[in-house]
């Protein structure tokens, strides 16, 4: 062990916190804020604040051209997104999804009364086992949605045979996967849509905003419609619709992240590669790697921790960090299929999902991003190495918490 690791004091013992401030998963990377204030003067003297407005159609090209897709649908929230995108793909009856991910990707079917049906996960890529999909189709099965968990891409190529061979039409959730690569080709281009994410949390941001791409000419036309209340037209509406449009105050915040996108990966970067540095050879913890030779964004960083061979369990070491002010997250910790209504509906869900229930009782996200300097991960690296060499004291200490 470094000795360095050793001299923190850990709150939980009765110190004052390592950190002063909290430090944050998911704290917003900023661009350039005079140009993104630049940018704001002008949607004000423009006045045109929102509808399809010059922003958002820039930040729409941009996404195309960076991604090599024909259409880029900017969308309010990658939920919404995930919403509209399944409706126009019309996916109904029963669809499959990974049980291993943000609720969202569960919520946007069950919001328009179709059933997410849960697979399992892979352990090594933390994504949907295509071997668990085929047994799960049923008559009523019209779709599968892949998410790219981390913005490690999804095995679409098996995800796509299983489909073509059950005529089931494929989509992605690729909320964590904007700049990622597979097989060299950009995530965007995969299934017939993929849907982005523009959350705060997320390496780009737009405070709020998603995006559906697609190389579909129809398919694009049918969600522009969708986004817009089903306008086809000054007063005439052909369809349907919701209101999923992105402000120009999003669009502006979006087009000033992806400005410093590259300094956004190198810091992502730096971070990683300081917490596998950090972080290695300790019994029972794996930090889970990014495949070199793709484009990745390292936004997350992701650790399993196997209670057989460490002295503490995840949960313990989560807590241990927040007393510390390193607000560590349990993601997607319990599972969709253990959260409502999908608990309720699926009550024996968990036994076709053995990987996913061993996995979300692993696995913790520990901050990164443009606010966590390589300090922070040391000081943070050197917090685990404390607490795992002191692990009956931290027991102790966390059952008197309870
Ligand atoms: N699909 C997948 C696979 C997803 O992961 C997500 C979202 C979606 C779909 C849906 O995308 P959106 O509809 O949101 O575009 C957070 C994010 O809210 C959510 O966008 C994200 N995934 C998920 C993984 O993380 P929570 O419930 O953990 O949010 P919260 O409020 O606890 O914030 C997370 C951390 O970020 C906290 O430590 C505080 C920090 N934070 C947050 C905000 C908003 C800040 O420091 N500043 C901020 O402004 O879901």
Request: with cysteine; net charge neutral; hydrophobic share 40%.
């Amino acid at each position: 062990m470094n000795p360095e690791h050793t001299q923190h004091q850990l709150a939980i013992l009765g110190a004052t916190p390592s950190f002063p401030e909290p430090l944050h998963v998911g704290r917003p990377n900023l661009g350039d804020r005079e140009t993104m204030l630049r940018r704001v003067n002008e949607i004000f003297d423009r006045r045109w604040f929102t509808n399809d407005g010059p922003l958002v159609k820039e930040f729409e090209a941009r996404i195309q051209q960076l991604v090599g897709v024909k259409h880029c649908v900017a969308m309010c929230n990658a939920t919404i997104a995930l919403e509209i995108a399944i409706r126009a793909l019309e996916l109904r009856g029963e669809v499959i999804v990974p049980a291993y991910t943000f609720i969202a990707t569960a919520h946007a079917l069950q919001w328009q009364e179709i059933t997410p049906v849960f697979a399992d996960m892979d352990p090594a890529t933390h994504n949907i086992a295509p071997e668990t999909i085929e047994r799960l189709i049923t008559p009523r099965t019209t779709g599968i949605i892949g998410v790219h968990v981390w913005g490690r891409p999804c095995n679409t190529e098996a995800i796509e045979a299983i489909a073509a061979k059950h005529q089931l039409k494929v989509m992605y959730d690729a909320a964590h996967a904007f700049g990622c690569s597979h097989r060299g080709r950009m995530v965007g281009s995969f299934g017939s849509c993929e849907v982005f994410s523009f959350h705060a949390t997320k390496f780009i941001n737009c405070f709020e905003g998603g995006a559906v791409v697609t190389n579909d000419d129809a398919l694009a036309a049918k969600l522009r419609l969708m986004r817009n209340f089903g306008f086809a037209g000054v007063d005439k509406v052909i369809y349907p619709g919701t209101n999923g449009k992105l402000t120009e105050v999003c669009a502006a915040m979006g087009i000033t992240s992806l400005e410093v996108m590259e300094e956004i990966i190198v810091a992502n970067r730096r971070n990683y590669e300081a917490y596998c540095e950090g972080l290695k050879s300790l019994p029972g913890i794996a930090l889970k790697e990014y495949a070199a030779g793709e484009r990745r964004n390292y936004q997350y960083i992701v650790v399993e921790v196997d209670e057989t061979k460490s002295p503490l369990n995840r949960d313990e070491l989560v807590a241990v960090l927040q007393a510390e002010n390193v607000l560590a997250r349990k993601y997607f910790w319990p599972g969709c299929h253990r959260m409502e209504p999908y608990k309720s509906f699926f009550p024996n869900a968990h036994l076709l999902l053995p990987q996913t229930e061993k996995l979300a009782a692993q696995i913790m996200v520990l901050p990164t991003g443009q606010s966590v300097g390589a300090e922070d991960v040391g000081k943070v690296c050197g917090l685990i190495h404390t607490a795992l060499s002191q692990s009956a004291v931290v027991r102790a200490a966390l059952s008197k918490q309870d």
